[in-house]
């Protein structure tokens, strides 16, 4: 099994560029999650989704947007790209919170 | 509000000694789960343990052992006979909403293991 596959791996984005960050995961995990990592920090929540059709805010979800057709895919979309939103990003799924989270290996968006 | 402080920033050890990551935590609710997560520098991360909040019992797997008390709000995990594939960082998090498994993390800390 692939687990939680993200891409791309890297990007460099303008400001002001638009852009989506995949996420897919063939675990059929109802639970997904986007995260973002700044330098020396934790991990931040920006959205989630406890099932297809079904999202929801985290911590720091100003700038960014997501949906979730299926229970698959889970994509987090950028609009007007801002160098604050420089970071490193983790899609993970969960079945349930017994079993801890699958973390995809991560997107390193650069915004300059 | 649920926090989980990870006091440490930055250890470094020379290989073979005994390490131990601290983790203290905050929610008002009474089932909750704990982990731990490895970020090595290939910046993947990696599941280590789930503990739930009825569990008080040690674990040890191999060289990597936790204790974990309700009564100091902790979560320390030790790593015995360290060795340079150990470095990389280590974050502690914390679920205490059963609808949702969001995990709140803490701001991790940094091993340093050297030869």
């Known amino acids: 099994n692939a687990g939680v596959t993200q891409t791309p791996k890297f990007r460099i984005l303008k400001i002001g560029q638009s852009m989506t960050l995949q996420c897919t995961q063939d675990?059929?995990?109802?639970?997904m999650y986007w995260y973002r990592q700044d330098p020396g920090m934790g991990l931040k929540l920006i959205y989630y989704?406890?099932?297809?059709?079904?999202?929801d805010k985290g911590e720091v979800p100003n700038g960014y947007n997501v949906s979730r057709s299926t229970t698959e895919d889970f994509p987090l979309r950028l609009e007007l790209a801002a160098p604050s939103q420089t970071s490193v990003y983790f899609c993970?799924?969960?079945?349930?919170?017994?079993?801890?989270?699958?973390f995809g290996s991560g997107t390193r968006l650069t915004v300059v | 509000a649920q926090k989980v402080t990870q006091a440490q920033t930055e250890i470094s050890v020379v290989e073979k000694e005994d390490v131990t990551l601290d983790c203290v935590y905050e929610?008002?609710?009474?089932?909750?789960?704990l982990f731990w997560y490895k970020q090595p520098p290939s910046g993947e991360l990696v599941f280590l343990i789930r503990r739930n909040s009825f569990d008080e019992q040690n674990e040890i797997s191999g060289r990597y052992s936790w204790n974990f008390q309700k009564s100091t709000s902790s979560f320390n995990f030790t790593i015995t006979a360290s060795q340079v594939v150990d470095s990389a960082v280590y974050f502690c998090?914390?679920?205490?909403?059963?609808?949702?498994?969001?995990?709140?993390f803490g701001t991790g800390t940094r091993l340093q293991v050297f030869p």
């Open positions: 989704s406890v099932g297809a059709g079904i999202t």
């Open positions: 675990m059929n995990h109802n639970y």
């Open positions: 993970a799924s969960s079945y349930d919170s017994k079993r801890g989270y699958t």
């Open positions: 998090a914390l679920s205490a909403n059963y609808n949702t498994d969001k995990l709140i």
């Open positions: 929610t008002r609710d009474t089932t909750y789960y």
